[in-house]
Nanobody
Framework: QVQLVESGGGLVQAGGSLRLSCAAS????????IAWFRQGSGKEREFVAA????????RYADSVKGRFTISRDNVQNTLYLQMNSLKPEDTAVYYC???????????????WGQGTQVTVSS
């Protein structure tokens, strides 16, 4: 079993920045990829970004390219999502997930964190 714990959410004004963290209890072959998803009120969960622990494979949703960046601390088993130039439409609960594939469909991820709220005011 793998536990994922997110942190770093909060309230920020448009144009501001936040850094989310996703700490994994351990890394296994079935959790080689870590992804960030978000779910706004009344919306479906959508893919934001994902990366392998090695950093060799990284993907971003078009809506966040150029604004969000993934980084890793493999010693601490922690993945970060640096979010810059935030917009009100980025407001959502952000979840990290772990799985064996880098795929945009949340159904394929085996482990999920509890989520952290990000609110961007205009």
């Amino acid at each position: 079993q793998v536990q994922l714990v997110e942190s770093g959410g909060g309230l920020v004004q448009a144009g501001g920045s936040l850094r989310l963290s996703c700490a994994a209890s351990r890394r296994t072959g079935s959790t080689y990829y870590i992804a960030w998803f978000r779910q706004g009120s009344g919306k479906e969960r959508e893919f934001v970004a994902a990366s392998s622990w090695s950093g060799g494979s990284t993907r971003y949703a078009d809506s966040v390219k150029g604004r969000f960046t993934i980084s890793r601390d493999n010693v601490q088993n922690t993945l970060y999502l640096q979010m810059n130039s935030l917009k009100p439409e980025d407001t959502a609960v952000y979840y990290c997930a772990a799985g064996s594939l880098l795929i945009y469909n949340p159904s394929f991820y085996n482990y999920w964190g509890q989520g952290t709220q990000v609110t961007v005011s205009s």
